[in-house]
Structures are given as structure tokens and as C-alpha cells.
């Protein structure tokens, strides 16, 4: 069990899926942009699915996946389609090219959180 310096439990993880996005939101890339980091300073799906198994041997219970935006990473619904961690969430602005909604509709979804921001600054 992991607990933080106050011992409140920690059974939360947010994972981010990819640094990479297709818009550019003032709250989330400011003015001097993002360092994107290069493919092989990433996680692999594989890896990823190893490091679930350890944060649920730990009692991680709640699992959040972001970005930048989930959905332009390569294979994220296979990714997403083969998680073995029960209900999970995703933030994402649903703004992806190709995007098929009935695959994300049969996800073990527990919730997911959209965006819907504007690249207008008045808005």
C-alpha cells in the first residue's frame, strides 16, 4: 500500500499516454510550447502493461489515462482494448482524426473526461 508524507493512501494513478497533442490549449502549452521527448524516451505499451500489474499489486484501484491527447498515440485503442485493470478513465478532447466511437463506447470506461476547449482566445 502507498501512502504519501501525510499517510493518506494513495490508490490513484495518472498515467499520460503521450506528451504529443493536436491543439494547443493555453492552460496546458504555454507560451515557450512543450519538450517533446523522443520515441525511444517513452514507454512501450508492453512496459506499461507491467508497470499496471505492479501499481495494482501496490493497491492502485483507480486508473486515469491522458496526454497531451491519448488518441493520436499509435495503437492507443489496442492499448486501451487489452487493459487488464477493470473500469479506467480518459481525459482526451475527443478531436483526433479517425476516431471510431463505437470502439470507444465498448471500452471498460468507469468515465471519461472531455475537453472542450477552443484555439479562439476570446472564447
Do not use: Q
Amino acid at each position: 500500500m502507498l501512502k504519501d508524507s501525510f499517510e493518506r493512501i494513495i490508490d490513484y494513478a495518472r498515467i499520460s499516454l503521450t506528451d504529443k497533442c493536436n491543439m494547443r490549449c493555453r492552460y496546458c502549452i504555454g507560451e515557450s510550447g512543450v519538450k517533446l521527448r523522443s520515441h525511444e524516451d517513452m514507454l512501450t505499451f508492453e512496459e506499461m502493461y507491467f508497470l499496471l500489474e505492479i501499481f495494482k499489486e501496490l493497491g492502485i484501484k483507480k486508473f486515469r489515462f491522458t496526454g497531451g491527447e491519448p488518441f493520436i498515440k499509435r495503437r492507443a485503442m489496442d492499448f486501451f482494448e487489452n487493459l487488464n485493470i477493470g473500469k479506467f478513465y480518459i481525459t482526451t478532447n475527443l478531436s483526433s482524426e479517425n476516431l471510431d466511437i463505437g470502439r470507444i463506447n465498448n471500452l471498460n470506461l468507469a468515465g471519461i473526461n472531455i475537453s472542450l476547449d477552443t484555439l479562439n482566445t476570446e472564447k
